[in-house]
């Protein structure tokens, strides 16, 4: 009896040490583990929310579960508008950042947008945006200045037009409300003899059901994300068009300069990791959101030459060039003809090689 006993007690402490062994393992683990907030403007489905789950995934991969990525989906934290200022002032650590909305802050940046035509595939498309982020003087520390550092980038679907009304060409397009974000774009549009008009997105598909607008000019996602085909059945596809701009996840700069070393190293992987899956998931959501579309009483008209020069040799083209130089110039940015001019160079090379 005495003999059970003993044994009885030793099993117990063998017991205990193995689970109190294994909390001080857990809860070590759980000290070592980062978590890093992430803001965006996305919900977490669809073209660009499947975007920045992959990155979301190969980061915490990445890192062997040193990092763990909590994401706050469709502005639940920080709105898109206000994002360059959430990221900088650590609202967020990290946030999917359009750098359409900051030409103020980041001027240089601001440049992207005067290119209308842009490689078709989705590496040619990455490649051209890197390629700017690494030699264009002047445009990483526009966002070192606002405390913040790229870690990812992923480009959009090409650019549709799409219309509650047929049109077949860029001639028809004349007298038509059209609606565009881009301070740019509505030059060109007018110059066309369209009337451009800007309003929120979220108005877009009431605005065109209800012909207070006609037309709307957009990527392809966002047309099918938000269902708009149903009221703008009559598609001119564009896809020599791109967003110009890439879409941006950046860090809070000071948050990434407090991660060890290791954890730093594991960006950059997770990174390539990303890229390489979304760029197989690319062109199987451009087959699907065309195929999604065509289901409906859609029709869908391929953009003719004659079309692409309406739009791309339009003298609005050149007054913007014109008006961004003299913009910029006054903000301060040296040799901006020669930093824009790098910049197209390096487009074009990316569309020369697809020819």
Same mark, same amino acid.
């Given at each position: 009896?005495?003999?059970?006993?003993?044994?009885?007690?030793?099993?117990?402490?063998?017991?205990?040490?193995?689970?109190?062994?294994?909390?001080?393992?857990?809860?070590?683990?759980?000290?070592?583990?980062?978590?890093?907030?992430?803001?965006?403007?996305?919900?977490?489905?669809?073209? $660009?929310?499947?975007? +920045? %789950?992959?990155? !979301?995934? =190969?980061?915490?991969?990445?890192?062997?579960? #040193? *990092?763990?990525?909590?994401?706050?989906?469709?502005?639940?934290?920080?709105?898109?508008?206000?994002?360059?200022?959430?990221?900088?002032?650590?609202?967020?650590?990290?946030?999917?950042?359009?750098?359409?909305?900051?030409?103020?802050?980041?001027?240089?940046?601001?440049?992207?947008?005067?290119?209308?035509?842009?490689?078709?595939?989705?590496?040619?498309?990455?490649?051209?945006?890197? $390629?700017?982020?690494? +030699? %264009?003087?002047? !445009?990483? =520390?526009?966002?070192?200045?606002?405390?913040? #550092? *790229?870690?990812?980038?992923?480009?959009?679907?090409?650019?549709?037009?799409?219309?509650?009304?047929?049109?077949?060409?860029?001639?028809?397009?004349?007298?038509?409300?059209?609606?565009?974000?881009?301070?740019?774009?509505?030059?060109?549009?007018?110059?066309?003899?369209?009337?451009?008009?800007?309003?929120?997105?979220?108005?877009?598909?009431?605005?065109?059901?209800?012909?207070?607008?006609?037309?709307?000019?957009?990527?392809?996602?966002?047309?099918?994300?938000?269902?708009?085909?149903?009221?703008?059945?009559?598609?001119?596809?564009?896809?020599?068009?791109?967003?110009?701009?890439?879409?941006?996840?950046?860090?809070?700069?000071?948050?990434?300069?407090?991660?060890?070393?290791?954890?730093?190293?594991?960006?950059?992987?997770?990174?390539?990791?990303?890229?390489?899956?979304?760029?197989?998931?690319?062109?199987?959501?451009?087959?699907?959101?065309?195929?999604?579309?065509?289901?409906?009483?859609?029709?869908?008209?391929?953009?003719?030459?004659?079309?692409?020069?309406?739009?791309?040799?339009?003298?609005?083209?050149?007054?913007?060039?014109?008006?961004?130089?003299?913009?910029?110039?006054?903000?301060?940015?040296?040799?901006?003809?020669?930093?824009?001019?790098?910049?197209?160079?390096?487009?074009?090379?990316?569309?020369?090689?697809?020819?």
């Amino acid at each position: 009896m005495k003999k059970r006993v003993t044994i009885q007690t030793i099993i117990f402490f063998a017991m205990a040490i193995s689970v109190l062994g294994f909390a001080f393992s857990t809860s070590q683990v759980m000290a070592q583990q980062i978590t890093l907030t992430f803001a965006t403007n996305t919900p977490p489905s669809g073209f $660009k929310g499947e975007a +920045e %789950i992959i990155f !979301i995934e =190969e980061l915490e991969k990445a890192s062997g579960g #040193k *990092i763990k990525v909590k994401p706050f989906w469709a502005e639940s934290l920080v709105t898109l508008g206000e994002m360059l200022k959430g990221v900088a002032d650590g609202i967020a650590d990290m946030g999917q950042l359009n750098i359409a909305y900051y030409p103020t802050q980041m001027p240089i940046n601001s440049g992207f947008l005067l290119f209308d035509q842009g490689p078709v595939g989705y590496m040619a498309k990455i490649r051209a945006y890197k $390629k700017i982020y690494k +030699e %264009i003087p002047g !445009i990483n =520390e526009e966002l070192e200045k606002n405390n913040q #550092k *790229i870690v990812y980038m992923y480009a959009s679907t090409p650019i549709i037009m799409a219309f509650n009304r047929p049109v077949k060409n860029m001639s028809q397009i004349k007298g038509l409300k059209v609606r565009t974000p881009s301070r740019y774009a509505m030059f060109v549009l007018k110059a066309l003899g369209a009337e451009p008009v800007n309003l929120p997105w979220g108005d877009v598909y009431m605005a065109m059901q209800t012909n207070s607008i006609q037309g709307v000019i957009g990527n392809m996602d966002n047309i099918h994300r938000t269902k708009l085909y149903e009221v703008a059945p009559h598609m001119l596809m564009m896809d020599k068009l791109w967003t110009p701009i890439p879409f941006l996840i950046t860090i809070n700069k000071k948050k990434w300069e407090s991660l060890p070393e290791e954890v730093k190293q594991s960006f950059s992987k997770a990174a390539a990791n990303a890229e390489a899956r979304f760029a197989d998931r690319y062109n199987k959501w451009v087959k699907t959101i065309i195929s999604d579309i065509q289901k409906g009483k859609t029709t869908i008209t391929t953009a003719s030459k004659a079309d692409y020069d309406a739009w791309l040799k339009s003298p609005a083209q050149q007054q913007n060039h014109a008006g961004w130089i003299k913009s910029v110039t006054a903000a301060g940015v040296k040799e901006p003809e020669r930093l824009i001019a790098r910049m197209e160079a390096i487009v074009k090379e990316e569309i020369d090689k697809e020819k």
